[in-house]
């Protein structure tokens, strides 16, 4: 049963924009509006990493690579959390995911399939 279901990602040139979005169902959809989220991202070989969060109030952080080119947003009523993402870098290539947000994140045990961004220089 898919719970969180990533979309939007795909190949961009270095200084593009894409905009990705995460539909909530399940215990997440149901849970949803009351959740912190956070857009979370996987590059080859490396640790995943906190992208973005937003908290059930509508506050937001960033990760300093992203801070300025990327925007967290949520729509409760669509259970949706959406990364806009402008002025890509190669450095930005990775496999996105979104999850509840938390300092507990890294011991999530449930993680969607993820959608793959690339940037080209």
């Known amino acids: 049963q898919v719970q969180l279901a990533e979309s939007g990602g795909g190949l961009v040139q270095a200084g593009g924009s894409l905009r990705l979005s995460c539909a909530a169902s399940g215990s997440f959809g149901i849970f949803f509006s009351i959740n912190d989220m956070g857009w979370y991202r996987q590059a080859p070989g490396k640790q995943r990493e906190l992208v973005a969060g937003i908290s059930s109030g509508g506050s937001t952080n960033y990760a300093d690579s992203v801070k300025g080119r990327f925007t967290i947003s949520r729509d409760n009523g669509k259970k949706v959390v959406y990364l806009q993402m402008n002025s890509l870098k190669p450095e930005d290539t990775a496999v996105y995911y979104c999850?509840?947000?938390?300092?507990?994140?890294?011991?999530?045990?449930?993680w969607g399939q993820g959608t793959q961004v690339t940037v080209s220089s």
């Open positions: 999850n509840r947000g938390g300092s507990t994140w890294r011991e999530y045990h449930y």
